[in-house]
Structures are given as structure tokens and as C-alpha cells.
């Protein structure tokens, strides 16, 4: 089965070298449950670059420091791809920003949310279930770091999981075989760690620590891996 995943952004500059780029994680976390999947990077917020829904079997959209509301010229052809990519009955899977741009792609609403930074690891309850959901269990958690959200889904989706931080953290979508995450199963923990550490004048101390304390344990992270390439199998 061929990915393709669009590459949204980029790691801090200070972590170069030490972790891999957001499509590399994204590979290094789907390729042990699926061997055969095949991926393909296009460096969307570099060059523009995006593929044709005949070009591929699944869309993977990665997270990105940039807003879905910014004036990148980049954005709306990635959303028009969303809806293409719907409208050719091809599975689709969004992360963080991705998550957002699909949200806004089939109509729904993005912004900064008042609730501020999402930081650490955040737990979920899940709303409702699907044949991908295997296994399944009634809460998940998983990294985060994010400040905008999805604070109206588009028409037809289900919220699959949500928070009282993050009311629509996972949402399956009416137009096609896509669902987003607003978490970020692709991040492995000593990574979400450097990156609380490189954005703590950001997120402020006192998040930034609570952020770091919830890293130390365990959390959900393989386990919405295993959904996502479910959902890609089931769908292909």
C-alpha cells in the first residue's frame, strides 16, 4: 500500500540531528505494523509540493508549527487534496495540524483556543467505536502539543474521542474513509520531552514541568499506531 505523506513541518532547528523529521517518525511508527506499506514525502510546506489522489492508496498529514488560518499559499491546495482525496474513496489520516486542516477542509472550524497550550501527555475518553478500533478500550492518552483546535467539526463527523481540554480529539468525517488525532502518536516520548524543553519559555514553567512530569510514565501512543494502520488496511 502506498503513502503518501504530506509533510506540514518541520522540528525545531535546535533538535536537527538529534530526532528524525516528522515524516520519519511517521514511518518509523506505521512500517513494524505494516510491512507492506511503501511511503513517499512531499515537502508541502517547502516547495508546494503535492501528489494526485491516483498517485497513491492513503494520505497521511503531518503536524506542523503553523496554523491552518495562516496565509501560507500552500493550504488551500492541501485542503482541496483533502477533498479530492475523499471524493476518490481513498483513506486519509491527520495529525495535529493535519487533523485541523481536515476538520476545515469539509467544513468545520479552527482557532486558537482560549484554553491555551496542550502540553505532555493527555488523556482521552472514547465516544464511540469502529472496526478499525482494534483493540479497543473506553480511554487513551497520548502525547500533545498544540494551542489551536477544532471548535466546530465539519457536518456528518463523529467524535471518536474527545477531553474537557480537547473536546474533539479524534473525529471520523461523512466525506470519506478519513479520521484526524489532535495527539500525536507518532511522537515517542524523548522527543516530546526535548520539545517541552525547547519551547518552555512558551509554555511557561509551570506547564512546561507538568508536561514533563506526565511524559514519565506510559501511555497510548502504540496503540493508536495500531489504529491508524487499521484504519489504512481496512480502507485500502
Known amino acids: 500500500?502506498?503513502?503518501?505523506?504530506?509533510?506540514?513541518?518541520?522540528?525545531p532547528e535546535q533538535l536537527n540531528g538529534k530526532h528524525p523529521s516528522y515524516p520519519e517518525m511517521m514511518e518509523r511508527m506505521l512500517t513494524p505494523l505494516s510491512p507492506g506499506f511503501s511511503f513517499t514525502t512531499f515537502a508541502t510546506f517547502r516547495d508546494g509540493a503535492l501528489p494526485k489522489p491516483a498517485d497513491f492508496d492513503g494520505l497521511l498529514i503531518t503536524g506542523s508549527p503553523a496554523g491552518v488560518y495562516e496565509d501560507?499559499?500552500?493550504?488551500?491546495?492541501?485542503?482541496e487534496l483533502v477533498r479530492a482525496t475523499a471524493k476518490a474513496g481513498k483513506p486519509q489520516v491527520g495529525i495535529c495540524f493535519?487533523?485541523?486542516?481536515?476538520?476545515?477542509a469539509f467544513g468545520g472550524e479552527v482557532k486558537k483556543s482560549d484554553k491555551g497550550w496542550g502540553v505532555g501527555v493527555h488523556?482521552?475518553?472514547?465516544?464511540?467505536?469502529?472496526?478499525?478500533?482494534?483493540?479497543?478500550?473506553?480511554?487513551?492518552?497520548?502525547?500533545?502539543?498544540?494551542?489551536?483546535?477544532?471548535?466546530?467539526?465539519?457536518?456528518?463527523?463523529?467524535?471518536?474521542?474527545?477531553?474537557?481540554f480537547c473536546e474533539y480529539g479524534l473525529l471520523s468525517f461523512a466525506q470519506g474513509p478519513a479520521i484526524s488525532f489532535q495527539m500525536h502518536p507518532e511522537f515517542e516520548h524523548d522527543f516530546a520531552t526535548d520539545l517541552i524543553g525547547v519551547?518552555?519559555?512558551?509554555?511557561?514553567?509551570?506547564?512546561?514541568?507538568?508536561?514533563?512530569?506526565?511524559?514519565?510514565?506510559g501511555s497510548d501512543r502504540g496503540l493508536l499506531a495500531r489504529w491508524i494502520a487499521n484504519f489504512f488496511i481496512a480502507n485500502a
Open 123 to 164: 488523556r482521552y475518553d472514547v465516544a464511540a467505536d469502529a472496526a478499525w478500533m482494534t483493540p479497543m478500550q473506553g480511554k487513551i492518552s497520548c502525547a500533545v502539543s498544540h494551542q489551536d483546535q477544532v471548535i466546530a467539526p465539519p457536518p456528518g463527523a463523529k467524535v471518536i474521542a474527545g477531553s474537557q
Open 98 to 104: 493535519g487533523h485541523q486542516l481536515m476538520a476545515r
Open 1 to 11: 500500500m502506498k503513502i503518501a505523506i504530506i509533510e506540514t513541518g518541520a522540528p
Open 72 to 79: 501560507h499559499d500552500w493550504i488551500a491546495p492541501l485542503e
Open 199 to 217: 519551547r518552555r519559555n512558551r509554555f511557561g514553567d509551570e506547564l512546561s514541568d507538568e508536561g514533563l512530569s506526565s511524559l514519565k510514565n
